[in-house]
C-alpha cells in the first residue's frame, strides 16, 4: 500500500485558513469526512479532540499530525491542508503550524495501513520533503512530491536492509518510542533519535511499540551490553528488562524534538539507574504509581535543585560582603547601634551584599514555585512563587515556604478537575485567569491565615532554640547533620541535612552549615588517604582515582566518594559516616562558623575560627581513613 492510496484528492486542501487550533482540527475532519472513509463525524471527531488533549501533535517545525483511531473509520485515510498563514496549534517548538496532516485509523486487527502511515510521518521529518509539499501549486503536484519522496525512502529502506555491518565503535545506546495512538509520533521519535546518533558517533537500537505491535524488540544480550536506554514513550512499557541499567525516560514528543540533548545525555554516563520494583513496574514513572513518600521526595527535590543556584549564589556575595567589612572595619570601635549593619558598612560590602541578598531573597519563593510545578505543571509556578512570597515575607520562613509549595500544587491539581467539564471555548482562559486567580486567592487567604501564624511560631521557636544551643546539644547536633551528609552521599539523606543547613544561614545560624560542609568533605579526603595508607585494600583503578578525591573533598563534592562506596557499601559508608560525625561535632564543638552555602576551601576565609575548623576536618578525615583501613578486606590478586 502506498501513501496516495490513502490520501484522497478531495482530502487536500493547499490554501487553507484557519483562525484556531479547534477551527483546523474541525476543516481537517471535513475534509476527511469528503473522503467516504467516516461514517459517524462527530464520533471521529470527538476521537481527534480526545487525542490533542493527551498531547499536542503539532511536533513543531510547522508541522502537525492530529489523529485518531476510532470504530467511527470504516477505511484508513489521510487528508492534508496547508495553511498559508501558519495557525496557532500549541506545537513542541512554540511557532505556528502550516502544514497538517490527519489520519484516519479503522479499530481493527487488519493494520496493513500502518507501516504505511510511519514512513508518512518519518518523511515528515525531512526538510525537503515538506519544503515540497508547502511550494506545490496544485493537488496532482502535491502528490507527485509524496510519490517522489516514498520511492526514494523505499529505496534507502532497501539499501540499509542490505548492509550487515555494524558500527564497533561509539556507546551503544537503546531506545523505545510509544505513543497513545501508536501511528505517528512512535516513528518520528525513533526516526529522530537514529539520526541525532548517527550524527553523534554512536550505535543505537531502537524499539517501537506502535499500533501494529512491537517492533525490533530489544534483546537481552543488547540490553546487557548497552551503554544507556532512552525510554520515550507516553505510554505502558515493559521495564522490568531495563532493571540495573541507566535510563532515561520522557515524553515521545521529547524523542522528537529533543533527540539530540538525550543523545548526548546518554553519551556522557550521566544518568541515574533504573530499579524495577516488586510488580515489576517501574518506581517513578506517572504519580499513581508512586509510592507517597517518593511523590514527596520527587516534588521536594525539584523545588531544592532549581532553588540552590539562588542560595549558593546569593549565599557566597553575602558572605563576601561580610568578609570585606571584616577586613576594612574595626567592629570594637563601633558604636553598638552600627554593628548591626555589618556587612553594608563600607560601599564595596554594601555592592555585594545588596547583590547577593536579592539573590538570596529569591530562594524560598523559587523552592515553593517549582515544588508547585513539580506536583501540577507550570500552572502551579506562580502559585507556588505567591505562596513562598507570602512565607518569605511573614513569621514562617522555611518551613512555610515548603508547605505553600504542596498547598499551590495541590490546589491547581483541585482546580484542574473542578474546571474539566467547562466547554471547549473556555480551555484558552484557564491557564491565564482561571488557575492563577483563584490558586493565587486560596493559597494567599489559607498561608495568611492558617499556614502563617502556627508555622510562623514554631519556626521562631526553631530559630530561638538553635541560637541558644550550646554544650552536649550543639554537639550531637553537628555529629547529627554532618553524619547525614555521608549516608548517601548526594541522595535524599544528604539533601536533606543541606537544605538545613542552607536554611539555617537564612536564620543567622551559621555553625550549623559550618558542621554541614564539613560533614561532606570528608568522605571524599578520607578515600584518598586510605588509597596511600592502605594500598591493599583497593584495586588498582581505585588506586589511580584515589587522589583526585583531594580536589573534590576539598571542593566539598561528596559524590567523589559514590564509586568507592557502591563498590563496597556496608564497609565504606559507615566508616564515612563516622568521620563525618566527629568532623561536624568538633565543628561545632570549636564554636566554627561559616557564612557561604558552598565552595569548600574556596570560602574558607568566610568561616569563623579557621584554623579549628581544619583541625575538625582532618580529625574526621584520619578516623574515616583509619576505619576504611580496618573495616575493609584486602583486594585478592
Do not use: W
Not at 550487515?164 to 523505545?176: F, H, N
Not at 555529629?479 to 536564620?507: C, E, H, Q, R, W
Not at 563496597?568 to 565543628?587: F, K, N, T
Amino acid at each position: 500500500m502506498k501513501i496516495r492510496e490513502l490520501l484522497a484528492i478531495e482530502s487536500i486542501e493547499l490554501s487553507g485558513s484557519a483562525t484556531s487550533k479547534k477551527d483546523a482540527l474541525d476543516q481537517m475532519v471535513a475534509l476527511m469526512a469528503k473522503s467516504g472513509k467516516i461514517n459517524d463525524v462527530e464520533k471521529y471527531r470527538q476521537g481527534v479532540y480526545a487525542r490533542e488533549k493527551e498531547g499536542t501533535t503539532g511536533i513543531g517545525e510547522g508541522i502537525a499530525i492530529p489523529h485518531c483511531k476510532s470504530d467511527a473509520v470504516t477505511r484508513p485515510g489521510l487528508a492534508a491542508m496547508v495553511v498559508s498563514d501558519g495557525v496557532d496549534f500549541d506545537a513542541l517548538d512554540g511557532g505556528k503550524v502550516d502544514l497538517i496532516f490527519l489520519i484516519a485509523a479503522p479499530n481493527s486487527e487488519d493494520n496493513v495501513h500502518l507501516d504505511v502511515l510511519s514512513k508518512l510521518s518519518v518523511l515528515l521529518m525531512d526538510e525537503n520533503f515538506t519544503k515540497g509539499l508547502r511550494n506545490a501549486r496544485t493537488v496532482e503536484e502535491f502528490l507527485d512530491v509524496i510519490d517522489m519522496a516514498e520511492a526514494d525512502k523505499d529505496a534507502d529502506t532497501v539499501t540499509k536492509a542490505q548492509k550487515t555491518e555494524v558500527p564497533a565503535a561509539g556507546k551503544y545506546i537503546l531506545a523505545v518510542t510509544g505513543c497513545p495512538t501508536g501511528i505517528a509520533h512512535t516513528y518520528m521519535a525513533a526516526e529522530s533519535l537514529e539520526k541525532k546518533a548517527a550524527e553523534l558517533g554512536c550505535r543505537i537500537k531502537v524499539e517501537t511499540r506502535g499500533s501494529g505491535g512491537a517492533k525490533n524488540v530489544l534483546t537481552k544480550a543488547e540490553i546487557a551490553e548497552a551503554d544507556c536506554i532512552i525510554v520515550a514513550a507516553d505510554t505502558q512499557v515493559p521495564m522490568e528488562r531495563f532493571d540495573g541499567k541507566p535510563v532515561i525516560q520522557c515524553k515521545v514528543a521529547d524523542g522528537i524534538s529533543k533527540a539530540e540533548s538525550l543523545i548526548r545525555k546518554a553519551m556522557a554516563g550521566n544518568v541515574s539507574t533504573y530499579h524495577a520494583t516488586s510488580r515489576g513496574e517501574v518506581d517513578n514513572l506517572e504519580e499513581g504509581s508512586d509510592s507517597i513518600g517518593h511523590q514527596i521526595y520527587k516534588h521536594l527535590m525539584n523545588g531544592v535543585s532549581h532553588m540552590l543556584p539562588f542560595v549558593v549564589g546569593g549565599g557566597i556575595l553575602i558572605a563576601i560582603a561580610f568578609l570585606i567589612d571584616g577586613f576594612l572595619v574595626d567592629l570594637n570601635a563601633l558604636p553598638m547601634e552600627a554593628r548591626g549593619n555589618f556587612g553594608t558598612i563600607t560601599p564595596l560590602a554594601a555592592m555585594f551584599k545588596s547583590i547577593g541578598g536579592t539573590a538570596f531573597g529569591f530562594m524560598l519563593p523559587i523552592l515553593a514555585g517549582f515544588i508547585a510545578m513539580s506536583i501540577a505543571d507550570r500552572p502551579g509556578l506562580a502559585v507556588g512563587f505567591v505562596g513562598g512570597a507570602i512565607a518569605a515575607n511573614g513569621t514562617s520562613g522555611f518551613l512555610g515556604a515548603l508547605v505553600a509549595g504542596f498547598l499551590a500544587g495541590y490546589t491547581i491539581r483541585l482546580l484542574k478537575k473542578l474546571f474539566a467539564k467547562l466547554p471547549d471555548s473556555l480551555e484558552g482562559i484557564k491557564p491565564v485567569l482561571l488557575y492563577p486567580l483563584l490558586g493565587i486567592f486560596i493559597v494567599g487567604v489559607v498561608m495568611t491565615y492558617i499556614v502563617e501564624p502556627p508555622i510562623g511560631a514554631l519556626n521562631t521557636m526553631i530559630n530561638n532554640g538553635l541560637n541558644g544551643m550550646s554544650g552536649a546539644s550543639a554537639i550531637l547536633l553537628g555529629a547529627l547533620l554532618a553524619g547525614m551528609m555521608s549516608v548517601d552521599m548526594g541522595g535524599p539523606v544528604n539533601k536533606a541535612a543541606y537544605v538545613f543547613g542552607t536554611a539555617s544561614i537564612a536564620a543567622g545560624n551559621y555553625n550549623i552549615m559550618a558542621a554541614v560542609m564539613i560533614g561532606g568533605m570528608v568522605p571524599p579526603i578520607a578515600i584518598a588517604l586510605a588509597t596511600l595508607f592502605f594500598k591493599n585494600k583497593f584495586t588498582t583503578e581505585e588506586k589511580k582515582a584515589g587522589p583526585t578525591n583531594f580536589i573534590m573533598g576539598l571542593s566539598f563534592i561528596t559524590e567523589g566518594a559514590i564509586p568507592f562506596a557502591a563498590s563496597d557499601p556496608l564497609r565504606v559508608i559507615p566508616a564515612c559516616v563516622a568521620g563525618s560525625a566527629v568532623a561536624g561535632a568538633l565543628s561545632m564543638a570549636f564554636n566554627c562558623t561559616l557564612m557561604a552555602p558552598h565552595g569548600g576551601i574556596f570560602v574558607f576565609l568566610t568561616v569563623g575560627n579557621p584554623l579549628m575548623y581544619l583541625i575538625a576536618l582532618a580529625a574526621g578525615s584520619a578516623v574515616a581513613c583509619v576505619l576504611l583501613g580496618v573495616l575493609k578486606k584486602e583486594v585478592t590478586k
